[in-house]
């Protein structure tokens, strides 16, 4: 799946599954934001 990247003016990061609408997951760092939004979509495909 693809993982979208934004950066907020902030500082914290938000990684994003366009393929999945709501699944998103902030981090202070992009590999924080990344494991984060991983293991998320693990959770949602196993409720699926």
Do not use: F, T
């Amino acid at each position: 799946m693809k993982i979208e990247l934004e950066r907020e003016e902030a500082g914290r990061w938000i990684a994003e599954i366009p393929d999945l609408p709501g699944v998103m997951a902030y981090g202070n760092s992009r590999e924080e934001a990344i494991s984060r939004v991983k293991a998320l979509v693990l959770r949602v495909l196993a409720d699926s």
